[in-house]
C-alpha cells in the first residue's frame, strides 16, 4: 500500500507520500531569496531555520495568482533537504495499491515531475517526484543562495 497526501492546483491533483511529509502550514509570510532559481519564492523561517520555498504553480508553469490565506506550505523532506512546497489546497489523505500506479505518461517536457498516475474515486491523480522537483544545477544554485543568506544571517 501507498499512503499519499493529496493536494491541488487549479484543477489538477497531485499527490506525494505521506512518508516525505513533515509538517503542512498554512501559508505565512516569505523572505525573499536573491539569486535562487525564478520558482523559489524566497525562504521561511522554521525553528529558526531558513527552509526554501518552492512556489508550485510557477514549478509546474502555470498563471501566477494572488497569494492567499488559504493557500498551504507542504514541507517535506527532498534531495536531502528540507523544502516548502507553496500549494493551492492540501487534500486528504488516500490509501492506494502500489499497483494502481501507471508508469509516467506524461510528456517529459511539459510535467517532468510527474513519476506516475492514479485515479482515486475516478479523478485523475499526478504523483509527484520529490527528486526530480529540482535539476542538479537548480539545486547548487538553490545552495548558494541558502549559504550567502546564512552567511549574511550569521548561521551556519
Not at 41 to 60: K, T
Not at 115 to 128: A, F, H, P, R
Amino acid at each position: 500500500m501507498l499512503e499519499l497526501l493529496l493536494f491541488y492546483m487549479d484543477h489538477h491533483q497531485f499527490a506525494i507520500p505521506t512518508s516525505r511529509v513533515s509538517r503542512i502550514t498554512l501559508v505565512t509570510a516569505v523572505i525573499p531569496l536573491p539569486e535562487a532559481p525564478s520558482f523559489v519564492a524566497g525562504v521561511i523561517n522554521v525553528s529558526g531555520r531558513y527552509i526554501p520555498v518552492i512556489h508550485m504553480r510557477s514549478r509546474f508553469g502555470l498563471d501566477r495568482k494572488p497569494a492567499t490565506l488559504e493557500e498551504y506550505f507542504i514541507i517535506v523532506r527532498m534531495a536531502g533537504r528540507p523544502v516548502a512546497l507553496w500549494v493551492d489546497k492540501v487534500g486528504e489523505i488516500r490509501e492506494i495499491d502500489d499497483e494502481a500506479v501507471t508508469s509516467r505518461v506524461c510528456n517529459e517536457t511539459l510535467w517532468p515531475q510527474v513519476q506516475g498516475v492514479t485515479e482515486i474515486d475516478d479523478e485523475t491523480i499526478l504523483i509527484y517526484d520529490l527528486e526530480a522537483c529540482l535539476t542538479p544545477e537548480e539545486g547548487a544554485r538553490l545552495d548558494g543562495a541558502l549559504g550567502r543568506l546564512n552567511k549574511k544571517e550569521g548561521l551556519s
